[in-house]
């Protein structure tokens, strides 16, 4: 990012500057408080590379860093999950930057290095601090050592990740973000960009055009989004009852603003930010391609596949073309898409998109869909139906197919082995495992589906409830703090009752369930916790120990269920 030296060039940089001080400063004034996104998580990413050809480095050994990565939240489960890889996070904002270092040196963590940085310095700080340009593939054990507050950024990453920034910066910084992408990712490295994409935020676009005018004369801050929200709840109103394209896409947008009224942070961000460049999916993968840079995949699979669309609204789009970038964004055509999550490869990087046994046999399996009936019969030719996490209903009358999620929902939190399921169906089955190529197809179309997920390695799950259960020392540390705790799958939970944020304090493996009851028992007799029994409150503290054994038992199952409880 030289500046040349003539008059434009000096213009530009000045303008370009401005700008940064601008994000700086609303970051600083509004920080955002960052939080696990599962999507970034180098486990996923690695399962995705592997499943499209690639061969990457493993999430117990790698090196990662986070574009505009805020106060660290994404990256610091993963550095306690993963104590040999090295995680590096730069951001603009001091102040994000700071809060984050602080959560860093709570959970001692040694691998994960947060600096104020702009995405526009990474290159001329990492060059004048190591003296010139490193060799290149250098997968080596000095990028995994520990940092030193002025070691250099190391030269090469095997994961880069960059989730909310890319709409929300200037072009100059859109395309520092593709050359970082370029210059530093490792030859099977994977990148993750999100964006805001056409066409649903035309839409979108329309209501931050109108939130940000009558806003504008107030400075960044609680006011200013308090006022854009009372703001759309009015241009709501002004077409209540209306049936019309604008009074739904309005109605749309209140209920956007109410559904994220807790994170005004997020709202002010989303709708308030001076630079707001939503792009199309076809000229996003022709940027990255101008790069030296390839699409891989969407980091969730199911939004791209058209043939998750109606069948003969698939077969259209085929008939369109057979061309996967175009396929894809016919899709978003179709689905009005409002935002990707895009990972990138380097353009020579060979990818092979075949699901095959081989590949599979590298991965494990997991899956949250639930059967809907009580009476699942995996055997015999009825249909049965399956809900997923997000709803959605996935039903089968293939014996395979219900045997394999049968087999999936008995294992769940834990994540099994190709081979382990095979014999698990075959068990469900009473008959012989199946066919590998049976198999493998199957898990394609539920993987394109997104009724499974693929992991490169198991997740640390306990799968039942022990005599003395344990959450990770991050979840202790982060139900102190806030609301907020990771899970296992590196997914957020949200500890709204403050009972459950007691017990996950103190699950650190040595309590036994009567001593939990004995420590929860002391916290409702000091008057520090309320218990009820079906929502009614209990008065008689006789009654206290029965009720609290009975509550033990249920919130330790259910944090079993939401994958909170390690082995
Ligand atoms: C919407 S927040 C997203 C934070 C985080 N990645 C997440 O998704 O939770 C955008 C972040 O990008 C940072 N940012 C914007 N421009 C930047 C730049 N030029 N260099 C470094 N960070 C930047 C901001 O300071 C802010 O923390």
């Given at each position: 990012m030289d500046c040349g030296g003539n008059e434009d060039m000096t213009g530009d940089l000045a303008r370009i500057r401005d700008e940064e001080r601008a994000v700086r400063?609303?970051?600083?004034?509004?920080?955002?408080?960052?939080?696990?996104?599962?999507?970034?998580?180098?486990?996923?990413?690695?399962?995705?590379?592997?499943?499209?050809?690639?061969?990457?480095?493993?999430?117990?050994r790698c090196r990662v860093l986070e574009l505009g990565c805020a106060d660290g939240g994404n990256l610091i489960p993963m550095a306690a999950e993963f104590p040999e890889s090295r995680f590096t996070g730069i951001d603009l904002s001091p102040k994000q930057i700071e809060s984050g270092r602080a959560a860093v040196a709570e959970a001692g963590l040694a691998n994960l290095d947060l600096r104020v940085m702009s995405i526009l310095d990474v290159d001329t700080t990492r060059r004048s601090a190591v003296g010139g340009r490193e060799s290149e593939n250098n997968r080596d054990d000095a990028a995994l050592r520990p940092p030193t507050p002025d070691s250099p950024l190391p030269n090469q990453f095997d994961y880069i990740l960059c989730h909310?920034?890319?709409?929300?910066?200037?072009?100059?910084?859109?395309?520092?973000?593709?050359?970082i992408c370029r210059t530093h990712l490792a030859p099977h490295g994977v990148a993750y960009i999100s964006y805001n994409t056409y066409p649903g935020w035309h839409l979108r676009e329309m209501v931050r055009d109108m939130v940000v005018f009558h806003t504008r004369h107030f400075?960044?801050?609680?006011?200013?989004?308090?006022?854009?929200?009372?703001?759309?709840?009015?241009?709501?109103?002004?077409?209540?009852?209306?049936g019309d394209a604008h009074a739904l896409m309005l109605r749309t947008a209140r209920e956007h603003f109410e559904e994220f009224r807790h994170r005004p942070a997020y709202l002010a961000h989303e709708y308030l930010e001076r630079t707001n460049a939503p792009i199309y999916f076809h000229e996003f993968a022709e940027r990255a391609a101008g790069h030296g840079l390839q699409y891989v995949s969407e980091a969730e699979p199911a939004a791209m596949e058209a043939d998750n669309l109606a069948p003969n609204i698939a077969a259209r789009l085929h008939q369109f073309t057979s061309d996967r970038i175009e396929l894809e964004q016919y899709v978003d055509f179709a689905a009005n898409r409002m935002f990707r999550r895009t990972l990138l490869c380097h353009a020579n990087?060979?990818?092979?998109?075949?699901?095959?046994?081989?590949?599979?046999?590298?991965l494990y399996v997991s899956s949250r869909a639930k059967p809907v009936s009580d009476t699942l019969q995996p055997r015999g030719t009825g249909s049965e139906s399956f809900r997923t996490e997000r709803g959605a209903v996935f039903s089968s009358a293939h014996p395979l197919a219900k045997a394999a999620l049968s087999a999936l929902f008995a294992a769940w939190p834990e994540a099994i082995a190709f081979d382990t399921l095979r014999s698990n169906i075959a068990r469900l089955l009473d008959e012989a495992p199946p066919d590998d190529d049976a198999l493998t197809d199957l898990l394609a179309s539920l993987h394109a589906a997104g009724v499974i997920t693929l992991h490169a390695s198991p997740p640390n799950c306990a799968r039942g409830v022990s005599a003395f259960p344990r959450v990770s020392a991050l979840a202790r540390l982060q139900a102190a703090a806030g609301l907020l705790v990771t899970n296992q799958h590196h997914r957020v939970v949200r500890l709204d009752d403050p009972f459950v944020r007691f017990m996950v304090r103190h699950?650190?493996?040595?309590?036994?369930?009567?001593?939990?009851v004995r420590l929860l028992d002391a916290e409702v007799t000091a008057g520090r916790l309320?218990?009820?029994?079906?929502?009614?409150?209990?008065?008689?503290?006789?009654?206290?120990?029965?009720?609290?054994?009975?509550?033990?038992?249920?919130?330790?199952?259910?944090?079993?269920?939401?994958?909170?409880?390690?082995?």
């Open positions: 400063d609303a970051y600083d004034s509004v920080p955002y408080p960052s939080a696990s996104q599962h999507h970034t998580h180098p486990d996923h990413l690695a399962a995705l590379a592997i499943l499209n050809g690639l061969d990457p480095a493993p999430a117990q909310g920034v890319f709409s929300w910066v200037t072009p100059e910084v859109q395309e520092a973000i593709f050359e400075p960044d801050g609680d006011e200013r989004t308090a006022r854009a929200f009372e703001f759309v709840q009015f241009l709501s109103e002004t077409s209540a009852g209306g990087a060979r990818l092979d998109r075949d699901v095959t046994p081989k590949k599979l046999r590298r699950l650190n493996g040595t309590r036994s369930h009567a001593d939990l309320d218990v009820s029994s079906d929502g009614q409150p209990i008065r008689e503290p006789q009654r206290i120990p029965a009720v609290l054994q009975a509550l033990v038992a249920h919130h330790l199952r259910q944090m079993t269920e939401y994958a909170l409880l390690v082995e």
